[in-house]
């Protein structure tokens, strides 16, 4: 979990996620993933996603494979998740972003669920990683076109390097996409000494109207006084940065 001022809810958050939770089960000798999710391109269907996905696979051999669930059909465990955590929060007053860590860990008291607070220098750059390992998205091994919104399966091998293994149907065969390679043009990627890139240089700048709105909320005593340090952190935030 994070607030806004940590980070965003875009590709780079997401796929940082995914890339602590894989490298914290690699550690503990797994060497095969598969995700599950809804078909969101935003979050979890991009070619950012798909090019941490080679970089994982080539960087620790291993393989992971992506599923998206049909549309219609996208209900999972973690809707459930969610409307615990709202049930949960129905009648707790909360003041800061903090407070959620505390409701969501203690919103299940049997197999509570277990939080952690991403720190903004573990959100990486995957834009950047994009830029620097990939340069082909548009056609496959075959000169097929390549539509990314249509993708049913993905699918990183560490037997097949810079190529991404994909389905647009899922009784299909795999298809494969030769990321660093676009008709003549070929770039040589060394996977081993590539660094990730952090994604941001300081906390993150609240929008002026959000800040106004927390202030009116201040103003009002619907945020206690207690609370209004946290609320003067966000105004030193607001003068730092240059959202608007």
Same mark, same amino acid.
């Given at each position: 979990?994070?607030?806004?001022?940590?980070?965003?809810?875009?590709?780079?958050?997401?796929?940082?996620?995914?890339?602590?939770?894989?490298?914290?089960?690699?550690?503990?000798?797994?060497?095969?993933?598969?995700? #599950?999710?809804?078909? +969101?391109?935003?979050?979890?269907?991009?070619? #950012?996603?798909?090019?941490?996905?080679?970089?994982?696979?080539?960087?620790?051999?291993?393989?992971?494979?992506?599923?998206?669930?049909?549309?219609?059909? !996208?209900?999972?465990?973690?809707? +459930?998740?969610?409307? /615990?955590?709202?049930?949960?929060?129905?009648?707790?007053?909360?003041? !800061?972003?903090?407070?959620?860590?505390?409701? /969501?860990? !203690?919103?299940?008291?049997? @197999?509570?669920?277990?939080?952690?607070?991403?720190?903004? *220098?573990?959100?990486?750059?995957?834009?950047? %990683? *994009?830029?620097?390992?990939?340069?082909?998205?548009?056609?496959? *091994?075959?000169?097929?076109?390549?539509?990314?919104?249509?993708?049913?399966?993905?699918?990183? @091998?560490?037997?097949?390097?810079?190529?991404?293994? #994909?389905?647009?149907?899922? @009784?299909?065969?795999?298809?494969? %996409?030769?990321?660093?390679?676009?008709?003549?043009?070929?770039? @040589?990627?060394?996977?081993?000494?590539?660094?990730?890139?952090? +994604?941001?240089?300081?906390?993150?700048?609240?929008?002026?109207?959000?800040?106004?709105?927390?202030?009116?909320?201040?103003?009002?005593?619907?945020?206690?006084?207690?609370?209004?340090? !946290?609320?003067?952190? #966000?105004?030193?935030?607001?003068? %730092?940065?240059?959202?608007?």
């Amino acid at each position: 979990m994070w607030n806004e001022v940590v980070g965003n809810r875009g590709a780079s958050e997401i796929g940082s996620c995914l890339l602590l939770y894989i490298i914290s089960q690699v550690e503990q000798g797994i060497r095969e993933f598969s995700f #599950f999710s809804d078909n +969101c391109s935003g979050q979890n269907r991009n070619r #950012f996603l798909y090019s941490l996905y080679s970089y994982l696979s080539q960087k620790y051999q291993i393989k992971i494979k992506h599923t998206y669930l049909e549309k219609g059909h !996208t209900q999972s465990e973690g809707d +459930c998740v969610h409307s /615990v955590i709202e049930r949960a929060a129905r009648n707790i007053p909360i003041y !800061t972003p903090d407070q959620w860590y505390t409701v /969501v860990r !203690t919103a299940k008291r049997k @197999d509570p669920y277990k939080v952690v607070e991403l720190a903004q *220098e573990n959100i990486y750059d995957l834009k950047d %990683l *994009e830029k620097k390992t990939c340069i082909n998205w548009e056609r496959d *091994e075959e000169n097929e076109r390549v539509f990314l919104n249509k993708i049913k399966i993905v699918e990183a @091998d560490p037997r097949f390097p810079n190529t991404l293994l #994909f389905k647009v149907n899922y @009784d299909s065969t795999y298809k494969k %996409l030769k990321l660093t390679e676009k008709g003549r043009k070929k770039i @040589d990627v060394e996977i081993a000494s590539l660094k990730l890139k952090p +994604c941001y240089e300081k906390e993150i700048s609240l929008k002026k109207l959000k800040y106004d709105h927390l202030q009116f909320l201040c103003r009002k005593g619907a945020i206690l006084a207690p609370y209004h340090k !946290t609320q003067a952190q #966000f105004h030193l935030l607001r003068n %730092l940065g240059s959202a608007t």
